[in-house]
């Protein structure tokens, strides 16, 4: 079965400080894979979006990596800002005829000051 | 620029009530589909349109209506509500298929009493 899982589930850190997320997919075929942030009340903002034959893509202070051979994702965090609390969401796209997105259940970050 | 409006922002209905959630976009997006997001779970797609004439159920259709006569608006349509129904609701577009990052409209809250 096509999944997504995404860890932690939640996550609280100083502001200023650094931290990961990681996404496992077991999903194939597998086309691209994205990182969405998702303030509370709004809807998904796509952050990166990355292909198999990419292996670290930065937007600012995120950095996502994928390891295509073990079927990982992660996203870095730099010198996290109060703005930077939010659910944030890896998306895997199938492609090559399946049009489907599968999606993580999302980490919940929150940055206290 | 709108990207992708919804209305309303929040409802309350009772059982066996109907109801339209609408969705507009203006950045003459081909693909636009409907999907609910409940507590601990990922996105689940509800249905989505490749372009105006065309639709077509995803992953959980059942007690959804939806119809897509011009290339902006895309209303998603229940025809007797039940509390199974209470989630939250987004509409999303893109240029073409699931290929290419969503633009995430800011969510309607629908509570079926």
């Known amino acids: ?113 | 620029n709108a990207g992708v409006t919804q209305t309303p922002k929040f409802q309350v209905l009772k059982t066996g009530q109907s109801m339209t959630l609408q969705c507009a976009q203006d950045m003459n997006h081909e693909y636009m589909s409907w999907y609910r997001q409940d507590p601990g779970m990922g996105l689940r797609l509800i249905h989505y349109s490749v372009g105006a004439g065309i639709t077509d159920q995803g992953e959980v259709p059942n007690g959804y209506n939806v119809s897509r006569s011009t290339t902006e608006d895309f209303p998603l349509r229940l025809l007797s509500a039940a509390p199974s129904q209470t989630s939250v609701y987004f509409c999303a577009s893109s240029r073409q298929g699931g290929a290419n990052v969503l633009t995430f409209g800011a969510g309607s809250r629908l509570t079926v009493l």
């Open chain 1, 1 to 113: 079965k096509n999944q997504v899982e995404q860890s932690p589930q939640s996550l609280i850190i100083l502001e200023g400080k650094n931290c990961t997320l990681q996404c496992n997919y077991t999903v194939s075929p597998f086309s691209n894979l994205r990182w969405y942030k998702q303030d509370t009340g709004r809807g998904p903002v796509s952050l990166t979006i990355m292909t198999f034959s990419e292996n670290t893509k930065s937007n600012g202070r995120y950095t996502a990596t994928l390891d295509a051979d073990t079927k990982q994702s992660s996203l870095h965090i730099t010198a996290s800002q109060l703005s930077d609390s939010a659910s944030y969401i890896c998306v895997v796209y199938q492609g090559f005829g399946n049009e489907k997105l599968t999606f993580g259940t999302g980490t919940r970050l929150t940055i206290i000051p």
